[in-house]
């Protein structure tokens, strides 16, 4: 195992911790919200951007990359932190999530899923072994399994066969993974059902996965019911063990998951809002595109220290984004990265400091979603 | 007169010459290319980022900027400089062009021209005062008097009929002109007359501006008539005042313009073909957006030294403007407007050396267009 999870301190008044994650690019703090750079790249950002803001890992897609520019391509490039010139650790998720969700343009069997390419309609098939071939040629520093994500309602007896199938894909991906120094990460399944959570759990837990990912959440299901799976999902999966809510980014979510004991986070929310003029401030969301702020010279957060907020007002951006400048949306991607990234320095730094519940409830009391 | 502008040296062997242009935001070195910003952004980079590549002087639209975000709520920003936070020099032009541009759009009188928005068709009015006034409130360091700009090919008589339109229309703008530290250039017509050349800056001469721009060239007459008529038209205009050729901006036009004794130059082209996927090179254009360069790691111009060259691969940025991605025009970008303005270095310290015409002979057989 090429990673290393050590936990510093835990919570006295819930189950949030502070731990750091030491990988083959180098060692990320928790908990950590990871960027999400879908097609190898985050979208609009440099990756000396990324650096400045304080993003330590990123998510990349196998789906996406599998397509263009094709895995094979990514390797001979000698990798894809060479390819895009990212030197700190990222995470690939195993392109289950994005081909389940083609809807009729999927086919799914035992053996793995047959879809159609959402860029020219061409015929592919990812299997638990293809998924995590495509991943090893990407060289990330953490694999997920392949798995199944049953959507948001869903009856039991579809999510328990979920669950089956996930750890039948998960002990294939462990077979067919092997490689210098990535790690591959299983995923826990069972909707919102805790006895399937559970079978799920210690079915995974047997594998002995270096990191334990929780899926099926943030589906659709209301955010309270959410909470309820964690609730009894983080305190099935090992404490030596990262533990990471996967497509989790409000604010509010983040700061519930992490006292419940989640160490890792990744969204494309605050990238896509932000190309649809909406940010996160420490009093909410504010859609900046709106005619409200077509004169207003005041930084978008006041209270941020990010590039956008130092230097511009929420009218020239307004006029960026309603003109379609490409600053427009790099400058509010900028500020809900940073917004997010330096939240989470704050929650460690509250756990550190033994007052992260104290710091959750002032965080929540002004933040409107 | 709030400029200064000082010839520091001219070549022997042709009427290159290295100059300063001083003006309330800095002080700028000739000859110059200046990137144009449109509405308010030099199209995807942020201000540092054009400071750290080397520009000097930008350009904005005011035919742009009037329709949106509208001058008045620019002049409430502080001005153009404070708005779009550029702290050097700029230089607008009078929105004439554009408005002719318009075609069917617009209708000239006297007067002025009656045109409507290329946004929402609402209908507006521009005279050569109303031109002044809209740069008055912009605030930028050099404002340029509203012109009228013949197409090529056109009849002489009606060249004829639009230089005597421009004197007048330059004598309004002169008369409405009054401004804190801003100063106003004259344009000289006269298209590939060169009588009319000679009229168009006899008559301006008389008004005495600070700098003459030659306008209604680069509007699609072959290079070599360009040439001809900067051949004798600007030995027509002042040695001790700037003259700024509009609109051109691929490099061999540049070279030749220097050598006629041009100091300044723009050109959308640098960031238009960027984001096509186009590149200039020490070798001439790449279209790295070609199925040539999918597997090609070596950097677009092995011999640059911007960002994109010194970081990432031609197969990386074909990829990313496969994608869409933001990132990869962003690059492309910054590497056009790095290979202009860094050739303008080289042009000025070849200059200096007094081997301007061996430089531009020996990039000119480089250099494939």
């Given at each position: 195992m090429t990673i290393k999870f050590k936990v510093h301190k835990e919570a006295g008044d819930c189950n949030a911790r502070l731990a750091t994650l030491t990988t083959p690019h180098g060692t990320v703090e928790t908990p950590i919200f990871m960027p999400v750079g879908t097609q190898a790249t985050v979208k609009t950002m440099a990756p000396y951007e990324l650096e400045e803001i304080g993003a330590q890992i990123i998510l990349s897609n196998t789906y996406h990359l599998y397509l263009r520019p094709g895995h094979d391509l990514i390797r001979e490039a000698g990798g894809l932190h060479e390819f895009m010139q990212w030197n700190k650790p990222i995470l690939t998720d195993s392109g289950g999530f994005q081909v389940f969700s083609l809807g009729d343009l999927r086919k799914i069997t035992d053996d793995g899923v047959e879809f159609r390419s959402h860029i020219d309609g061409s015929k592919h098939f990812f299997s638990p072994e293809k998924a995590t071939r495509v991943q090893m040629a990407l060289g990330s520093d953490i694999a997920m399994a392949f798995d199944q994500c049953p959507p948001y309602p869903c009856e039991r007896q579809e999510v328990a066969r979920a669950v089956e199938r996930t750890t039948r894909w998960a002990k294939r991906c462990l077979e067919a993974h092997s490689h210098e120094y990535q790690v591959l990460f299983g995923i826990v399944q069972g909707g919102v059902y805790e006895d399937l959570r559970r079978t799920s759990a210690e079915q995974l837990l047997e594998m002995d996965f270096p990191g334990y990912a929780i899926g099926g959440l943030s589906v659709g299901e209301p955010k309270p019911m959410m909470y309820e799976v964690l609730d009894y999902t983080?305190?099935?999966?090992?404490?030596?063990k990262p533990r990471y809510l996967m497509g989790v980014g409000t604010p509010d979510a983040l700061l519930e998951g992490v006292a419940r004991g989640v160490d890792m986070f990744d969204c494309v929310l605050p990238t896509r809002i932000a190309r649809n003029g909406t940010v996160m401030t420490s009093r909410g969301k504010l859609v900046?595109?709106?005619?409200?702020?077509?004169?207003?010279?005041?930084?978008?957060?006041?209270n941020c220290n990010c590039y956008a907020c130092r230097n511009f007002s929420r009218a020239y951006i307004r006029h960026l984004i309603k003109s379609n400048e490409v600053l427009g949306i790099r400058l509010t991607t900028i500020h809900n990265l940073y917004f997010l990234l330096y939240l989470m320095a704050k929650v460690r730094q509250a756990i550190r400091e033994d007052r992260f519940m104290e710091f959750k409830k002032e965080f929540l009391s002004n933040y409107e979603e």
């Open positions: 983080t305190p099935l999966l090992p404490r030596d900046v595109r709106n005619a409200a702020y077509a004169r207003d010279f005041e930084p978008m957060d006041p």
